[in-house]
């Protein structure tokens, strides 16, 4: 248990140097276009926040369904795998609309850093296959 949540952790930090990196990208390009402001520089801090903090209690729901699992209750594993995700998804959707509606965050500065994840997963498993982590 007590590795699991290393594990969660370890990934959570992979996750949120990646979506900082890109998100710092995304900042030089709104730079270059001449559109970088308050507005923006905020979009880019929340969106990086909801991006690891959606992150986070996905894998924390996946490391204690795991546990569930090897405590031969996979149907509770699976239960909190379902109820979790539609719940995160509901949370983060409020918390986009709410931020968006409010007018002080560039709507795709916001949303950007939710879509850096995947491929910062990508890129991390990619170089850890030699390690075997």
Known sequence: MLESRKIVIRETLY???????LTAVM?????????????VLLGGIVGIVLACGNFFFMAVTASMAADK?????????TQIVRLSYPLR????????????LSGFFDPIALVLPLAFVRPVLMLSAFFRKGDGK
């Open 89 to 100: 998804l509901l949370v983060l959707a409020g918390l986009l609309l709410v931020c968006g």
């Open 69 to 77: 699992a090897e405590e031969q209750d996979v149907a509770g594993g």
């Open 27 to 39: 900042f030089c390009v709104y730079a270059l276009l001449g559109l970088f402001d308050l507005s």
């Open 15 to 21: 996750i949120l140097v990646g979506v900082l990196v």
